[in-house]
């Protein structure tokens, strides 16, 4: 700033950084912005001016580390400081609010969001005496989950503004002040997997059946009436020892496994 020759206190400098996510290029190009404009920054051209934060992208882990670790008490909010009076009467969870909103707009993939805190929250060390906490967030994922649905299915994009909202939702029933390692998500990717296994098994089932026994079969049939049984049958609970100490029952059970 003293390059450029631009005024500015120590309270606007900060409150740029913290809207820009002390990205040090965010913060570059917009002084350059208001340079280009006027030659003093103040808190009013930080909470009004739209630029900042464009440019600005998160992690995966960043957003949860955000979302579950809360800020330390500071001796001096500069947040406080905006001269608007609609500003002025802003509380700090407020702000904390609006912040956590544009940290999940940042990051963009909200399904993968989703599927973080899902497997993310359980690890928390978070207080909930009456067990509200756990209740209320299983269902604001369901919640969530529902919206995103109708926007995919119904093309319904104006709900998709509302789905980073579920990230001030989960800092206020699960953030705490120690910090806890997050870890990237893998039960969807696994699940997504097996899933995608278990159809091409299915399928290949499907198409090597019998004329005379496929036209009664239906996937949804083999699901539910035969694969049930038939892993029971093929699959016996039997001691992983030699056969020669197997039981009577286990031999049996052998023997009609062999027989099938």
Known sequence: MRHEKMKGDQAALIALCNKAGNDVRSCLSTLQFIRSRKQQLTLTD???????????????????????????????????????????????????????????????????????????????????????????????????????????????????????????????NFAVVQYTRMTPQNSFIEAKMKRSQLNNILSSLSAEMAPQVSCFLTEQTITLDVLPWLVLIVQPTIRPVNAQLFNAEEQKQLRLVISV
């Not at 899902?118 to 060390?125: E, G, L, M, R, S």
């Not at 209320?136 to 909202?165: E, K, T």
């Open 46 to 172: 930080i909470e009004t001016f739209s630029v900042g934060q464009k440019d600005v992208q998160r992690g995966l882990i960043s957003v949860l580390q955000e979302i579950f670790q809360k800020p330390r008490q500071q001796k001096k909010d500069f947040g406080n400081f905006y001269t608007e009076d609609a500003s002025r009467n802003r509380t700090a969870e407020a702000f904390k609010f609006d912040s956590l909103v544009c940290c999940a707009q940042a990051f963009g993939d909200y399904e993968k969001l989703v599927q973080g805190l899902f497997d993310n929250y359980v690890h928390i060390n978070f207080k909930d005496p009456r067990f509200q906490a756990i209740q209320l967030g299983p269902d604001w994922l369901c919640f969530i989950d529902q919206m995103m649905s109708i926007v995919q299915r119904h093309q319904n994009y104006s709900l998709y503004a509302y789905l980073p909202f579920i990230a001030p939702a989960f800092f206020s």
